[in-house]
Structure formats: structure tokens, C-alpha cells
């Protein structure tokens, strides 16, 4: 299995899954989840809430970093913040991989669920890219992240 469909089965079997649980923190007050298959290792650490950052690693063998990602994102709205979670960022995020027009690091170029619409625009490779990613209630920006990452071996 290559790096980029390991990557798009472990974001599915983390984060943007909601009945997967976390692991133990890596670092204080971070919230973690970590997935493995084959030679590969998939781990999500981030801090905070409703604006937060983090960072994705892939290994290799347990102990090479391959691939990584870093993120940062805020929620406009904090009145809203679980519920455009629950409603349109990890449905959107299990997406991943299905649409060729943004690289498979986030969800697809559009989702819809019910008020809620995810964008996600991406430029680069997957060995040296940039993202951003945005979701709208009512036609209202309430949340945004960016990232950016590649190859780092």
C-alpha cells in the first residue's frame, strides 16, 4: 500500500470518524488519534477547540517521518462550533480521496449537509502543498482552516 491511500484510510479511521476514540496525549493538553496498517503509521495531534492547530505525521517503519501535514483553523461562529463539527466538517473529512479536483489531505472541493456547505481548495503536490478550507451555514463563512505540508523524508 502506497503513503497516499494509507493516508486516505487512516483520516477516515480517525478524526473524521466519529466513533473512533482518541488516543493518550503525545503532549499536555493535546488530543491525539493514531492509526497503523502494514508499514505504516498515521498520527493527528491538536490543541484547542473552537481555534485550534495541529499537525499529521506519517512513518514509516514506526520511526521514519515520511509525510506530514500542519493545520490551523477557527470557528467564527462559537455558538455553532459542534454542531458545524458534527453537520459538515467530519462528513465532509470522511470524503476524503473522492475527488480528484483537491489533493486527498481534507475533504472534497464541496459537501452539503442540510444549511451547511464544506469548501476545501488545495494547491501543489502531495509532496509540497497548501490548503484552505471553509464552511458556510446560510451562506455565512463560520469556519476556516489552512494547511499546508509534503514530503519530509
Known amino acids: 500500500m502506497d503513503y497516499i491511500k494509507f493516508l486516505i484510510e487512516a483520516k477516515q479511521q480517525t478524526y473524521a470518524n466519529a466513533n473512533i476514540e482518541r488516543v493518550k496525549s503525545s503532549r499536555t493538553g493535546s488530543k491525539d488519534y493514531e ?35 500542519n493545520y490551523y483553523g477557527v470557528t467564527l461562529d462559537e455558538e455553532l462550533s459542534e454542531e458545524a463539527m458534527d453537520k459538515a466538517l467530519r462528513p465532509a473529512l470522511m470524503q476524503v480521496g473522492t475527488d480528484e479536483k483537491v489533493l486527498p489531505v481534507r475533504g472534497p472541493s464541496e459537501y ?19 490548503g484552505t478550507e471553509e464552511i458556510y451555514k446560510d451562506n455565512k463563512l463560520i469556519y476556516k482552516l489552512k494547511c499546508h505540508g509534503g514530503i519530509i523524508k
Open 35 to 69: 492509526y497503523s496498517s502494514g508499514d505504516f503509521t498515521y498520527h493527528d495531534t491538536y490543541f484547542g477547540g473552537i481555534k485550534f492547530i495541529g499537525e499529521e505525521v506519517i512513518y514509516l517503519n514506526s520511526d521514519t517521518p515520511l509525510w506530514a501535514m
Open 112 to 130: 452539503k449537509n442540510e444549511e451547511y456547505i464544506y469548501k476545501f481548495f488545495s494547491s501543489g503536490t502531495i509532496e509540497n502543498f497548501e
